[in-house]
């Protein structure tokens, strides 16, 4: 079973974790270096305030993945459009992580006011995130072509969008 809960300070060691594997392994994030704990909780106090929800999945007292709301861009005439993130530990992958935290990530932002527009930044490429935002209602809005540099070769990004 599945439990969402919001993030708390002691999640941060295994968020960054999470997060980590991803910058050494996958291209589902453009940072090349991983995160230090200071980086990450400097993050973390970013975050359950305002528009910018962070929340976590837990499986049998773990803590598996996680879904966050951030600033889009940091210019004032954005601050109702959100940037959402999921990331899910490898060793959790389909099992319904990512499926849980979208629904629950997108149930705050639907029931926050001050929340117009979610954006999802998603590499070119990667299908099963494109399906996950497809299920829920995220619409294609463009490509970038070769924006970053990963692993020797470069990559787009595919912008997804959702209006709530």
């Known amino acids: 079973m599945i439990t969402i809960r919001t993030a708390e300070k002691a999640d941060v060691p295994k968020l960054l974790d999470i997060y980590n594997y991803e910058v050494l392994n996958g291209v589902a994030t453009f940072d090349l ?84 527009m979610v954006v999802s930044v998603i590499t070119h490429g990667n299908e099963a995130s494109e399906k996950l935002h497809e299920k829920f209602g995220f619409d294609f809005s463009g490509t970038i072509h070769e924006v970053g540099v990963k692993f020797g070769r470069y990559l787009d990004i595919d912008n997804f969008e959702l209006r709530v």
């Open 33 to 116: 270096q991983p995160k230090t704990i200071e980086e990450r909780m400097i993050w973390f106090e970013e975050h359950n305030i305002k528009n910018h929800p962070l929340i976590v999945a837990v499986i049998d007292n773990e803590v598996c993945g996680y879904a966050s709301l951030s600033p889009y861009r940091t210019k004032e005439a954005y601050a109702a459009t959100v940037e959402l993130s999921v990331y899910v530990d490898a060793d959790y992958r389909g099992r319904g992580v990512a499926t849980a935290l979208m629904e629950a990530i997108i149930k705050l932002a639907k029931e926050d006011e001050n929340t117009h």
